[in-house]
């Protein structure tokens, strides 16, 4: 029987092998062929309509009527509890930031794990402020939308395609040299990715007025690239689930009231505790009384050693998420290696001398030290319609990790 | 963050050659970095004091 | 009388309140009425036919033929001590990196200064490898010339007054914290340049192939926006000439010979001294014993705050240019730091908690301490028609500083 | 990199509580963030000792 230790490090050599590429993108119902009518997907782990948090019920009313299952967003409201089934994204190999919706008529970037060829799915980056993801519904968020499914989506395809696919490792390597961590900061390989797509943008465009407003909405977004990171997280995580043995974290994820974990050793079950509420920095005219407790599927970048673990190369987003002294952002990531089985050589942080992002969380070592993953996180209003009120850092509940162990141990004969 | 505590700093310089790093890890890295012997010190007992969830700890070691 | 240091204070309080804005792209004899036909600026101090180096004389005789002044490179060479009138760049509001040739048919950015009126000039960057400013003169080199004359330097131009021009202080306030330190790191710039101006390339473009060919071009490149920080560094640190009093440099910049500095209060004299050679890290096949002796006018940046002064920001760089540990990228700029008048409250480093670069190089403290400003710099071919060999460091030479404090005494009555 | 000087790492340590920074500056900058004191050393004479341009400097100074 293999140890503990060997399946970890076979954990980890999966998610290190990893060679993520964005590849394409496609309406929702071709990425998930079993994305059924009024069926939604939701981030973080399994919840139902009673249980939401607020702004996650703001996006289902907005996504309902965009989706043309409601008239109006009271309408949608009233429906939701028994017309609509919800399930988490991650059961369908797919990822969502904040509120995370994901539903059929929808375009899915696409990012395949050419190493073991599986592939994950996440929407297209809205942009900041009122936004689905942070629970805003109105018409403009909805118009968005529509212009996401009807210009943007399809235009990036296209090029993402004659593009050949935009090959990722890189492109985050790159990006730690560039003071992204690849969660609340993202303004480099955004940057980077819009370069190297814009040629082929160009090349594919059907019309110019279309062109020029697909580079702009892209060039204004410093986070467009989340939801890729994301997609990707899920992509290289995913090879890692299931393995004998292995107590390495597989999943992380929150859905505004618990906050989730899957552990490889012990399959495809979460483990969920009551999600924290994120300590951070809010927008002029908010306060933590206004913020809604941790949410989203992004996570999954702290997963696979970025994000918060990735600190050290994103100096500036510390005082952007209100963690402290921006000299010492490497506090973070050489305090979350204490609780990984190694490091990514491919993925470096220059101003720790190159050394790798720690990668491969395990519940043992989060258990024996008491500590918790750190996740940058953007904060929504605890209302629906709202937005995002701010930005900052939140500590994954150690419950998860001590349910997970009684459970991984039970798999080990141990109890 | 727990990690910070800048209180410590001046016990710190008070204790060479051997550094005992119970705050600020930049710290101990740079000190580390030019040959000085640094030991951190874990504040709390494995498991928080949970004792069944660190008896699984103990009993999943060398598995 | 106004003592030194407040006519150093003066100097400083120019650099700051400069407000460079690259506003268009224009072809150089409107830019400069003054370039005449068979006429040449070059990087540095003057310099003539008989004292260029190897890489400066193979531009020389390449644009030579670019221009339609000789037939071949050997008679351009033949042509050159006798026929061509040569000039600083600097003597007419111009910049160029490495052997820096400015001529009469090439297209020249504009960098206005708004808050003093002034504007400096810089051509387009070529690329890496083989290009005319590291020397290179064969048909590959010259026929890019031509394009970048015909289609991109037109394009660039419609697209920057589409756009109402670019503010370029908070551009490299961002670079500043993507790791850039515009010299020898500009990818941050580069992208984020190119990110603003697509939509507006897109919007003015009279070719779809044209488009495609220049959105590809500028991001292949990630040098850039060097030249833009270079007509900026000139933007910058011209309204700060000729303060009386003032020990602050203003220029310092390199023939590939000779290297050379400018003093405020000894307003446009030049002090020169032998170059040295850079140190650092060559391409596969190169050695030092290839190298030519450090050139251009690009360090004009380090004259700003930028390049070695702001090597903090850019732990990246450091590596690349085999300047040692990344983790101590800061021990330049705090070096700098002791050579300077202040630092720039608008462009500032996170991993040093958001101080601001160091500005405004003193000749008192070079000469008292011995501190020679340091730049980051890239190593030609010492051979005409090689090109880029390399990247390092060097240091000014400590007789420029000497021979202008000399100078400079002599203006305030000392001997 | 003139400013580097490992070897002076240790006698750092043994000095409190006023520290003379001799070599390595980041060194010293973590320690002054944490309100140790620091002084730092200038190794060569003004000027490099050149006597002439050392007189300049002085009688340029206050000007």
């Known amino acids: 029987m293999k140890t503990i230790d060997q399946a970890n490090q076979e954990a980890l050599r999966r998610i290190l092998a990893g060679d993520p590429v964005l590849v394409d993108v496609v309406p929702a119902t071709e990425a998930i062929p079993d994305l059924a009518d009024r069926m939604i997907l939701h981030a973080g782990p399994p919840i139902g309509w009673d249980r939401m948090c607020g702004p996650m019920r703001g996006a289902v009313m907005g996504i309902a009527v965009f989706e043309g299952w409601a008239e109006n967003l009271d309408a949608a409201a009233k429906a939701a509890a028994a017309s609509f089934a919800f399930h988490p994204n991650h059961h369908f190999g797919a990822v969502g930031p904040m509120t995370g919706l994901t539903t059929q008529s929808q375009p899915l970037m696409v990012v395949e794990n050419k190493a073991f060829g599986n592939r994950a799915y996440c929407a297209i980056n809205e942009g900041l402020g009122k936004v689905m993801r942070f629970g805003g519904n109105d018409a403009e968020v909805l118009n968005r939308l529509r212009w996401i499914r009807e210009v943007l989506g399809p235009a990036l395809g296209r090029a993402i395609r004659e593009s050949g696919g935009i090959a990722l490792k890189p492109l985050i390597a790159r990006g730690l040299t560039m003071g992204d961590e690849m969660h609340q900061r993202n303004v480099a390989c955004s940057s980077l990715l819009l370069r190297q797509l814009a040629p082929f943008l160009a090349r594919t465009s059907k019309d110019a007025g279309e062109l020029v407003a697909c580079l702009d909405f892209i060039g204004r977004n410093d986070q467009f690239f989340l939801n890729i990171a994301m997609a990707m997280g899920k992509a290289l995580a995913d090879p890692a689930r299931g393995i004998k043995a292995s107590s390495v974290v597989t999943a992380m994820s929150r859905n505004g009231t618990d906050f989730g974990i899957r552990v490889s050793g012990t399959g495809d079950r979460w483990f969920t505790a009551p999600v924290e509420m994120p300590v951070g920095i809010y927008f002029p005219g908010f306060s933590e009384k206004d913020a809604n407790p941790d949410m989203g599927d992004s996570a999954i970048v702290e997963t696979v050693g970025l994000g918060a673990f990735a600190m050290a190369a994103a100096p500036a987003v510390v005082g952007y998420i209100g963690a402290g002294r921006a000299s010492e952002a490497a506090v973070f990531t050489r305090s979350m290696a204490e609780i990984v089985v190694g490091s990514n050589p491919a993925w470096t942080i220059p101003a720790m001398d190159f050394a790798g992002v720690p990668t491969g969380i395990d519940i043992r070592l989060v258990v024996e030290t008491g500590l918790a993953p750190t996740i940058n996180t953007g904060i929504a209003h605890r209302e629906p319609g709202v937005g995002q009120v701010g930005a900052g850092i939140v500590k994954a509940p150690l419950k998860c990790f001590q349910d997970a162990l009684v459970a991984f141990a039970q798999t080990m004969g141990v109890e | ?63």
């Open chain 2, 1 to 63: 963050m727990d990690e910070k505590d800048d209180g410590a700093s001046h016990d710190l310089l008070g204790a060479p050659p051997r550094v005992i790093n119970i705050g600020l890890e930049i710290f101990a890295v740079n000190l580390a970095s030019q040959g000085a012997e640094v030991a951190h010190v874990r504040w709390s007992p494995p498991a928080g004091g949970n004792s069944h969830l660190a008896g699984l700890l103990e009993k999943l070691q060398g598995r």
